[in-house]
Nanobody, 127 residues
Framework: QLQLVESGGGLVQPGGSLRVSCAAS????????IGWFRQAPGKAREGVSC????????NYADSVKGRFTISRDNAKNTVYLQMNSLKPEDTAVYYC????????????????????WGQGTQVTVSS
């Protein structure tokens, strides 16, 4: 079965850190660009960050630049999103998505048709 599984979400205080992971099963992420998206209650899904299949290119939404870092470990078939200096407005369900795209491109545009999506992991930033 081909799937992406997110993990690592939870409750954290403002200013804290979390690392969420996106692991693939049934296929290799080596040939896929990976995007992280989030959706808060009552809001549209937004792109947070992405990394190319080569790992050579990354993009970030302005709202998370300087606080979030995306990385990948193809040997572990996993992509990570390190989130620091978390704010209450970062509260959302975080999803990872895979797009077959070999090379140095990726996109956080929400109208891109990604091939696979995970089920999401809840991140709550609250005191």
């Amino acid at each position: 079965q081909l799937q992406l599984v997110e993990s690592g979400g939870g409750l954290v205080q403002p200013g804290g850190s979390l690392r969420v992971s996106c692991a693939a099963s049934g296929f290799t992420l080596r040939y896929y660009a990976i995007g992280w998206f989030r959706q808060a209650p009552g809001k549209a899904r937004e792109g947070v960050s992405c990394i190319s299949s080569s790992g050579g290119r990354t993009n970030y939404a302005d709202s998370v630049k300087g606080r979030f870092t995306i990385s990948r470990d193809n040997a572990k078939n996993t992509v990570y999103l390190q989130m620091n200096s978390l704010k209450p407005e970062d509260t959302a369900v975080y999803y990872c998505a895979a797009l077959r795209m070999i090379g140095s491109m990726c996109s956080i545009a929400t109208d891109v048709e990604y091939d696979y999506w995970g089920q999401g992991t809840q991140v709550t930033v609250s005191s």
